[in-house]
């Protein structure tokens, strides 16, 4: 095993299950109306930067199914969406853009990942995708960006090579 691999486990470790026991613990209490950061997902997203698409995707799913099983949410419904947020996420290693623009990809894959998980709870509702998207959505992920650029402050030195 490399001293990357080692790395990106110790980073999982630490950096995902105190993102989950963050969410879990703490989010709800920063929770404004219905709009709350995800956090798990801004720690999949800053570690799909860091080591690539495989280990994001793979980091993505791994938190997404703990956050699902210890949520009560049907399993699965949360992993997809962080999949794919982390492999996109991790794409971005490849161009190197500027940090702007790794920023506005970010609430880009942020707000995608917002409208992957709403369109499966769109089933469970009465309300429309378009309300769900402009009541939901769109302001969770004004939030998650938000708290993207104060964690990644903040933990910068672990995330970036």
């Known amino acids: ?10 980073i999982l470790f630490l950096f995902g299950i105190g993102s989950i026991v963050f969410q879990s ?3 709800p209490l920063l929770e404004i109306h219905v709009w709350r950061p995800d956090v798990v997902l801004i ?19 791994l938190l997404g199914i703990i956050q699902d099983s210890l949520t009560g949410m049907p399993v699965g ?8 947020g982390g492999y996109f996420a991790g794409k971005l290693r490849s161009f190197r853009p500027d940090p702007t ?7 880009g894959i942020i707000f995608l990942h917002e409208i992957i998980t709403y369109a499966f709870y769109q089933f469970k509702t009465d309300l429309s995708f378009t309300q769900l998207v402009y009541t939901r959505a769109f302001p969770n992920t004004v939030y998650s960006f938000i708290m993207l650029v104060i964690i990644h402050f903040f933990t910068q030195k672990y995330f970036n090579e």
């Open 77 to 84: 419904i949360t992993a997809l969406p962080k999949t794919l």
């Open 1 to 10: 095993m490399t001293h990357e691999n080692k790395y990106f486990m110790v």
């Open 101 to 107: 623009y790794t920023y506005l990809w970010f609430a």
């Open 25 to 27: 613990l703490v989010v």
């Open 43 to 61: 720690i999949t997203l800053l570690t799909a930067r860091r080591f690539g698409a495989l280990k994001g995707s793979s980091a993505g799913f």
